[in-house]
Nanobody
Framework: VQLVESGGGLVQTGGSLTLSCAAS????????MAWYRQAPGKQRELVAA????????WLTASVKGRFTVSRDNAKNTLYLQMNRLRPEDTAVYYC????????????????WGQGTQVTVSS
């Protein structure tokens, strides 16, 4: 399995970014997928998740109304549209996935990609 995150960068408060996660080595369309983030000195946390088929989504409370998770199964790519960014969104963002929704929600994976850094300046 290879997961390659991209799209991070430095933005000002209130700005927007769109993250992408290109997946290979898996049947992407069969997997629930999610975005996670890890800020300095903090544990990795689940930010957004999307089911494999119906495309139903879950967002952590702090990003509801600002972030949107989506997927393009034809391109084996997961996206995270981030609007109205805040300094507390600063973190390294990672994607991952599993056939089981529960595993995605727990985020207990052995392997992770390199992540993409998002820095929001105040």
């Amino acid at each position: 399995v290879q997961l390659v995150e991209s799209g991070g960068g430095l933005v000002q408060t209130g700005g927007s970014l769109t993250l992408s996660c290109a997946a290979s080595g898996i049947t992407f369309s069969d997997n629930a997928m999610a975005w996670y983030r890890q800020a300095p000195g903090k544990q990795r946390e689940l930010v957004a998740a999307i089911t494999s088929e119906s495309g139903a989504t879950w967002l952590t409370a702090s990003v509801k109304g600002r972030f949107t998770v989506s997927r393009d199964n034809a391109k084996n790519t997961l996206y995270l549209q981030m609007n109205r960014l805040r300094p507390e969104d600063t973190a390294v963002y990672y994607c991952n996935g599993d056939l089981r929704w529960g595993a995605v929600m727990e985020g207990l994976f052995d392997s992770w990609g390199q992540g993409t850094q998002v820095t929001v300046s105040s």
